[in-house]
């Protein structure tokens, strides 16, 4: 039951099995990594919006590979996230074309949170004046090298995990991931201090990380996709003073999250008198999307839940 | 400010802006609604398996039309739901065809709910031995007449309202309608005593009610499709032991929707002995569907949260 350490100095940019593994490790061990943020260390305080605008992403920085002995195809790996820290500041950003609302902004924006603040504050980062949003970081890439020979995208998710973007996977979760190749190749990254379920503007609050994970090699278990396991509430500091929703009704899914999404960016523009960039910003970390009802058709029901407890406090 | 009261004894199951009303009202006037179930009262306890196969639907019962004095078209209609009462029992079930899983199911399966003994145990419905489910109940549908003219089926929600099946519109909640027709002419039916986000088996906990909404005309709002604000968690009984989750990603939500649905029946029949027919039933009344993200082309990813809290209480 050892204890290692993984620094962000030595990055790679997509999934592929024939990547040298920086680690080998036994079932049972624990991991310190360090990631880099999505941004790779380009967006940081000062970055001027022209510069913001330039960006070029070779995909996400990875942090790994870690393999892990005896892990052969068909096992699965179960990540303890025991803790994850970010670091003092991070960001929020949105190009055109990107994001679940591509042809409705035709300029890129982005923000700088301040996170060492909120250290001091409850764990809250604030946006602006009387809106803050509670900080509960977790990785947005967990996953291993697929099967198949070659070089593969960090951006969509797949069976072996990824980018998932799924928030409640922060310290305290257990994360299950079906193992592909020999010694399953784990790699992480994509840190986010806070998330709303959807994460629709395509970022986070986008931040360095240091991750915490004991690993064990679960061979009672067999799974086609990842499963999870939390142990804690998410949303026990934004429940307390309720939801505003917006809702939206289509036979897909994905317009209706679009639809939903634009109610809310309206109601924010209007009610809080923030510009619509930066409503989409909000929403993206902090607007949680759920399939309300998926058995009414033609007509599918998504709902877009706003957090009361940011407002005012 | 009057308070009225609509019997279940005269129903109608169609929208349709012809249908005189039975009631008309002043804004900030309280109706008391009694709704019968989505059955129409044909699912009770003492009925065959053969004879649940065997029953045809109308449509929703629905209780009303109110004529609400004043509303004009592009007004918004606003219900404070006062209070939900269920019946004393109700019930799950599907037949092959409906529902998340239409060809996953050959054989129709219901449930029979006691809700009466519920009110002596902390408002948790037994569904099996070690197994208890919260009642929170809300109506699934709320609605109002469309402007077009003609009879349409109650089954999907649009942009009025309707079979939204939004299980936060509870006790507390105040909802926002868009008015079509002068009057709005509101109607209400089927109760449910519990129900997950997805409402996945195409039933939820399907009871009799009596719920009390208070309607107050707003014309200072304007919106398209239904909004709506919670006042009280929906989760606080259920997030106290964590969540287990199934994922899937996939360009299509629906799919993605689905395959998370799956994983998660295999778990419940693998981990808790339960029959597949059983564990549809238990997804569609306690199992909540996230979209996690919507951003990460072309897989997006889909989670399905099973709370820890309903099993060995």
């Known amino acids: 039951m050892a204890n290692h350490q993984l620094s962000a100095e030595e990055l790679h940019y997509c999934w592929d099995n024939s990547i040298t593994p920086r680690l080998e490790i036994e079932s049972g061990d624990t991991v310190l990594f360090e990631t880099q943020d999505a941004s790779d ?119 072996v995990g990824g980018n998932m973007d799924i928030r409640q996977l922060h310290t305290g979760s257990k994360v299950l991931l079906p193992v592909q190749v020999e010694g399953g190749l784990f790699s992480i990254g994509d840190c986010h201090a806070a998330q709303g379920d959807g994460e629709v503007c395509v970022t986070a609050i986008e931040t360095n990380g240091e991750v915490s994970i004991r690993f064990n090699l679960r061979r009672d278990k067999s799974i086609k996709e990842p499963q999870f396991w939390t142990t804690r509430s998410v949303n026990s500091q934004l429940e307390q003073k309720g939801y505003f929703a917006t809702t939206s009704h289509s036979p897909d899914l994905f317009f209706a999250s679009q639809q939903a999404v634009r109610y809310m960016i309206e109601h924010l523009v209007d009610t809080y008198r923030l510009t619509a960039e930066q409503a989409y910003i909000l929403c993206s970390v902090v607007v949680d999307l759920k399939i309300s009802q998926i058995v009414d058709g033609p007509n599918y029901t998504v709902s877009a839940f706003l957090p009361n407890a940011i407002f005012g406090n």
């Open 41 to 159: 260390g380009f967006v940081k305080p000062g970055l001027t919006i022209e510069e913001y605008s330039t960006r070029t992403s070779k995909g996400h920085p990875l942090t790994g590979p870690v393999f892990i002995k005896g892990a052969k195809p068909g096992d699965v790996l179960e990540l303890e996230i025991l803790n994850v820290n970010t670091a003092n500041y991070g960001w929020t950003g949105f190009r055109p074309g990107a994001g679940l609302l591509p042809k409705d902004f035709s300029k890129p924006f982005f923000h700088i949170w301040d996170l060492k603040n909120s250290r001091t504050n409850g764990n809250w980062a604030e946006f602006m004046e009387n809106i803050k949003i509670p900080l509960d970081p977790f990785c947005g890439v967990m996953g291993m090298a697929l099967q198949e020979p070659g070089a593969f995208s960090t951006t969509p998710p797949r069976a």
